[in-house]
């Protein structure tokens, strides 16, 4: 996984959310720790989606709940 996946996944994240980047970590849990709903996380997974010219199956997002998985997902999309 690259590094600068992780960073571009955490400051969409940031600024998705409005939360201060600096308090978001590779393990942060974002249903736990942001306490977002699984509509935010569509909207979120979305968004990801437009930045990295992706596509996400859903089966690929279960059990996927830090940024560090997320991450991931995305660079095997994009690898």
Do not use: C, W
Request: charge should be negative.
């Amino acid at each position: 996984m690259s590094q600068d996946v992780l960073a571009k996944l955490i400051d969409v994240a940031s600024q998705h959310f409005k939360v201060d980047r600096t308090t978001l970590t590779p393990e942060t849990d974002f249903f736990k720790e942001l306490g977002i709903n699984s509509f935010q996380a569509l909207s979120l997974l979305s968004e990801i989606e437009k930045k990295f010219s992706i596509e996400i199956p859903d089966y690929e997002l279960q059990g996927v709940n830090t940024f560090n998985q997320l991450a991931e997902v995305i660079s095997s999309r994009i690898g």
